[in-house]
């Protein structure tokens, strides 16, 4: 387990620099996405129309926050469950994505496509949301603000602090992790 | 016959509703700290180390410790002798609870409909559980639930023959099915005995009860004990990335059951183990 920076857009060998266990703190640009703008994403590719952003490198946030407060940037941030993500995920790899921020397991598909198109998935602390939202010094909607709090945002963060869960040699931190304390 | 004011009720059920979502109990919190020394993984601890810096930061900063603000699960002890003046109870507290989760800047999460599933926008309606008992004060208790957690709940209409060994291996086996999704340490609820409705009841019941506080009855203080001792050796561990601090603890409500069933329920809460009650 080390400490690692990310600064994106990221580029293969940031990604190939990952180990699971490895904590890193992530400062520049991300975006986030939850299930309708997946969905949404992924029907655009599907009928070879442009995305209204550009994933090449990028990185996305599973979250949904609570509404921010007067004078606050954004809400309570903490990650959501990544499951629900899985079925548009390796189309969004596929199209140069590298890293995505959730919580909770991923599918097979996901797994193997973070290998052959070296991504990585990272875990957030799953209820560390007033924590979190420290690390986001600026927000906006860039995406379907139809969708409220599942609307895409860019984000700028500073230092966000993550966990590598499924790196692009196989690794899977929530397999291996459990296994090395089972008694 | 004592009677409360309508707009006091609203009132009290918004200020629960914040406060709930903001400041976590010193139960929990004491909690944590039992975890984090006893934690063997570092990874572990550095996870229960940013989940206490949250709490503080939701504390001092009076903001949601989690942006799932959750389900608002309203337990009322009604005193036979105490009327409501002014309008209905439940009333009262679905208008609490939207002036709660609007004025206090919590995520609305309801749908009105489970197929349909369009947001109801204030969180109402409240899931409601409500007790006559003797006395002329209302309790009201508010803990709000996030689906993460929730989603693991599991009950299984056992037959009495699987007895103690047969419940100890669903309630272990249900944990360890949940894995990382209701954001380990959890808390454990569970309720053994009535019937499907009353087992699951007394499962959500059990979390509210301070944290780690052991059943009085002994025996089953005594399963509550050895249950959380396996589930520490599953190795889940904080968010499930591995490690000792799976469970914070585990809870166990029981009640008389027809001869012939031994239903069992589990009701998993997260880290985030919101409560809060006040008496009017
Ligand atoms: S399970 Fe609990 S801590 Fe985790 S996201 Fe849901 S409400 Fe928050």
Redesign the pocket.
Known sequence: MSKKQLTPPLSDADVENLQIGDQVFITGTIYTARDAAHKRLVELLEEGKELPIDVKGQVIYYVGPTPAMPGQIIGSA????SYRMDPYSPRLLAEGLKCMIG?GTRSKEVKDAIKEQKGVYLAAV??A?ALIAKSIKKAEIVAYPDLGAEAIRKLEVQDFPAIVVNDCHGGDLYEEGVRKYKK | MRSINYDKIVMEMAKLCRDANYFLGDDVKNAYDRALAEEESPTGKEIIEQIKENTEIARTEEVPM?????VAVVFLEMGQDVTVEGGGLYDAINEGVAEGYTSGYLRKSMVEHPFRRKNTGDNTPAIIHTKVVSGDKLKITVAP?????ENMSSINMMAPAAGEEGAKEFIIDAVRKAGP???PPIVVGVGIGGNFEKAALLAKESLLRPVGQPSKDEEIAKMEHEILDKIKRLGIGPQGLGGTSTALAVHIEVYPCHIASLPVAVNI????TRHKSIVL
């Open positions: 903490g990650p959501t469950t919580k799953g209820g949301a | 989690c942006q799932d603000t959750g639930k996030g689906a993460g957690s999704n209701p954001c809460n997260c880290h985030a």
